[in-house]
């Protein structure tokens, strides 16, 4: 069984900082893509970073650029998301998901397992 359970979730003030943790089980993780995505109350779900099996490749979108920065440690089945000078905006749930494949994509139909998802709130 494919399992991903994201942590690090939580407040924080606006222009602090947070690490999301997705620990990915079940499946030969450094052969798959991982992925960041989030969803706000109301609104569609969003990328957010992705990262290939091999970290050769990272994506991130325009609005966390500059400030997300996306990781992997293979050895320990794991991927981050580090969240810096945070924003209101930036006010989600966020999913970890792992890919069909090694190549890194924004494409949400390219993940196939999906974590539940871990609350950060953004305070001003």
């Known amino acids: 069984q494919v399992q991903l359970v994201e942590s690090g979730g939580g407040l924080v003030q606006a222009g602090g900082s947070l690490r999301l943790s997705c620990v990915v089980s079940?499946?030969?993780?450094?052969?798959?893509?991982m992925g960041w995505f989030r969803q706000a109350p109301g609104q569609e779900r969003e990328f957010v970073a992705s990262?290939?099996?091999?970290?050769?490749?990272?994506s991130t979108a325009d609005s966390v650029k500059g400030r997300f920065t996306i990781s992997r440690d293979n050895a320990k089945n794991t991927v981050y998301l580090q969240m810096n000078s945070l924003k209101p905006e930036d006010t989600a749930v966020y999913y970890c998901?792992?890919?069909?494949?090694?190549?890194?994509?924004?494409?949400?139909?390219?993940?196939?397992?999906w974590g539940q998802g871990t609350q950060v709130t953004v305070s001003s």
């Open positions: 079940g499946r030969t993780f450094s052969t798959s893509a």
């Open positions: 990262i290939s099996g091999n970290a050769g490749s990272i």
């Open positions: 998901a792992a890919g069909r494949g090694p190549r890194s994509t924004r494409w949400a139909e390219a993940y196939d397992y």
